[in-house]
């Protein structure tokens, strides 16, 4: 019902900048959270930053807080994602999720509570 794409990924090096999109179509109204997750080979998937999108307010991990910025247009049903002073360790597939469930501090960065899930871009950064 709710499909998601994701787009802006690529090669970057070390202390570099990619800003990731996710363009949501079909039924999206009433949406709590969407939210970006990333996985890496041989990883579990871990929440990345997640946007209430009524309220606007944002939780990122503490890994990327400070350096990444979670955004959304509302009017163009599209979620950001700008990353900057990106680390080999930021390298992962990074796939955006939204949820209709309302969701408090500790689950918002969960993946098993999101379920609507986009394929996912990748982001490679190098030394």
């Known amino acids: 019902q709710v499909q998601l794409v994701e787009s802006g990924g690529g090669s970057v090096q070390a202390g570099g900048s990619l800003r990731l999109s996710c363009v949501a179509s079909?039924?999206?109204?009433?949406?709590?959270?969407m939210g970006w997750f990333r996985q890496a080979p041989g990883k579990e998937r871990e929440g990345v930053a997640t946007i209430n999108t009524n309220s606007g307010a944002t939780y990122y991990a503490d890994s990327v807080k400070g350096r990444f910025t979670i955004s959304r247009d509302n009017a163009k049903n599209t979620l950001y994602l700008q990353m900057n002073s990106l680390k080999p360790d930021d390298t992962a597939k990074y796939f955006c999720?939204?949820?209709?469930?309302?969701?408090?501090?500790?689950?918002?960065?969960?993946?098993?509570?999101?379920?609507?899930w986009g394929q996912g871009t990748q982001v490679t950064v190098s030394s």
């Open positions: 999720a939204a949820t209709r469930q309302p969701l408090v501090v500790s689950w918002r960065l969960k993946p098993e509570y999101y379920n609507y």
């Open positions: 079909g039924y999206t109204y009433s949406a709590y959270y």
